[in-house]
C-alpha cells in the first residue's frame, strides 16, 4: 500500500505499529513535560519573589553573561460571550446586544479536521 505520505511500499500493520509506538513516546514525553514544567513554575516563583523581596530586578547566573530579569508582561484577558455583550450594551440596547452577540457566535467560521486518535474501547 503506498501513503499519501510518499513513504515506499510500507504495509497498513506497520504504519499502525509505528503510529502506536509514536503515541505512546509522545505521551510519555508530554507526561515528564508537563512534571517539568510545573517544577520550574514553581521554583520561577520562589526566585521571583526572593528578588522583589530583596528589590532585585537583576541576577547575574556566572560567567556566561547571562542573567535571569524578572520583566512585567502585559496581555488582554479572553473574549467571551459576556464581555462581548457587556461591551455591546454599552453602545446598544441590551435587546440588540444580545442579539448581535448571539449572530457573532452563530456564524462563526466552522473549521473541521479529521483526527486520529487512540482510544479504549
Known amino acids: 500500500m503506498q501513503s499519501e505520505t510518499n513513504e515506499p511500499n ?6 499502525v505499529e509505528e503510529w502506536l509506538n509514536l ?18 513554575n514553581t521554583l520561577s ?3 521571583k519573589g526572593y528578588m522583589q ?6 541576577c547575574n547566573i556566572g560567567d ?15 473574549i467571551n460571550k459576556e464581555y462581548i ?5 454599552n453602545e446598544l440596547s441590551e435587546e440588540q446586544a444580545t442579539n448581535l452577540t448571539k449572530s457573532i457566535y452563530e456564524n462563526r467560521t466552522l473549521k473541521e479536521t479529521s483526527v486520529l486518535k487512540r482510544m479504549t474501547i
Not at 10 to 15: H, L, N, T, V
Open 10 to 15: 510500507i504495509d497498513f500493520k506497520s504504519c
Open 23 to 40: 503515541n505512546t513516546y509522545i505521551t510519555e514525553t508530554q507526561t515528564k513535560l508537563r512534571e517539568k514544567k510545573k517544577r520550574m
Open 45 to 47: 516563583e520562589y526566585i
Open 53 to 58: 523581596k530583596n528589590h532585585k530586578e537583576i
Open 64 to 78: 556566561s553573561g547571562e542573567s535571569l530579569v524578572i520583566k512585567t508582561k502585559k496581555s488582554h484577558s479572553t
Open 85 to 89: 455583550k457587556k461591551i455591546l450594551e
